[in-house]
């Protein structure tokens, strides 16, 4: 049974009804069900639905600033007046709140939200919320059916490992969490992470990394003049892996582009590379959901942040869109120009 959510608001720019104006909040429908359409589709026939994760109770127990609980709002008010990707088909399936001390419970019900998504042929795309999230998207994935049998791929872009084994659950235990029921699951966990800070890290957090067979590429391995190596690493991933969870905590931007996190970063990952990666992940018929994280609207400066979270949604959507209806999309073999002036 799905959770009740709380019903999620779009408004947005309106330039006229014909298609050529759509835009993302003409296009969101708070339905489970798909518009209908004679257009030939591949096997994926629900399109992206949006859910909110309003909790900063892991940030909170991660010692981190709190404020991600109003970033769903933020990612919406953002996105809603973006240009329409072409044959987009969208619903928002409402919030998750989670009071303060009630995480887990949270957590659970997220789950439950991720696996109805998935079952019903959707791709969802969370909006959180700290980091703590990721147990919930999991949660969903498994419960979904959409791992059984298969071999699960989590990908990260962030400045953190989050591999803490805290014995409280927070933004910082997430990937121990899920690390260790995939064990016990006997399933490998794979476990990719793209954007890490040296200095961001305990030796402990290296180590427990290494320990659990975590790959990874430092921030200042990921610039734009070594996208190459970045796409082949990614490719590397999607070759041994069937079913794929890509996570993207926000504070693996620059802090300039992304000031509004938990945790700004010192020096991160070009906007234009993790675009990219977002680009070749969300080409892949194996991409099963999407988080994007850490937003902290407290702490952002002119809309940044939210702003930049909404290029990534809005990315993926076009691309996978794309894949959806079995159209061809443009090639992204280097960085775009321009593609950091949001």
């Not at 940044?304 to 090639?331: G, K, N, Q, Y």
Request: glycine share 10%; hydrophobic share 40%.
């Amino acid at each position: 049974m799905m959770p009740e959510l709380t019903p999620a608001q779009w408004s947005g720019r309106d330039d006229g009804p014909e298609l050529e104006h759509r835009r993302w909040h003409h296009v969101i429908n708070a339905s489970m069900s798909p518009p209908g359409g004679a257009a030939r589709r591949t096997d994926r026939q629900g399109g992206l639905a949006v859910i909110g994760f309003q909790s900063d109770e892991g940030v909170r127990r991660n010692k981190g600033r709190p404020g991600a609980a109003d970033a769903p709002a933020a990612i919406r008010a953002a996105l809603a007046s973006l240009s329409a990707p072409d044959q987009l088909t969208a619903c928002d399936l409402g919030d998750v709140s989670v009071a303060q001390g009630t995480l887990e419970a949270g957590q659970e019900r997220l789950g439950h939200v991720v696996a109805a998504a998935i079952q019903a042929g959707h791709l969802p795309i969370v909006f959180g919320g700290g980091h703590e999230t990721a147990f919930g998207s999991y949660l969903g994935l498994v419960g979904s059916g959409a791992v059984d049998g298969k071999r699960l791929g989590i990908i990260n872009l962030d400045a953190h490992f989050d591999l803490r084994a805290d014995p409280i659950p927070s933004s910082g235990t997430p990937f121990r969490q899920i690390a260790e029921l995939e064990m016990a699951a006997g399933r490998d966990f794979t476990y990719r992470v793209l954007g890490i800070s040296e200095a961001n890290n305990t030796l402990e957090l290296f180590r427990t990394a290494s320990s659990l067979g975590v790959e990874h590429m430092l921030d200042e391995d990921c610039g734009s003049a070594a996208l190459p190596t970045v796409m082949a690493f990614v490719d590397r991933f999607l070759e041994i892996v069937d079913t794929v969870y890509l996570t993207i905590d926000l504070d693996v931007l620059p802090a300039h582009v992304a000031p509004g996190v938990s945790a700004p970063a010192s020096l991160g990952v070009p906007l234009e590379v993790i675009l990219a990666i977002c680009r070749q992940l969300a080409r892949s018929p194996k991409l099963a959901h999407v988080d994007i994280v850490e937003l902290n609207p407290r702490f952002d400066i002119d809309g940044r942040t939210p702003r930049a979270a909404a290029r990534l949604v809005h990315t993926i959507a076009t691309e996978h869109s794309a894949l959806m209806w079995d159209v061809p999309t443009r090639p992204s073999t280097s960085p775009q120009p321009g593609i950091e002036s949001l």
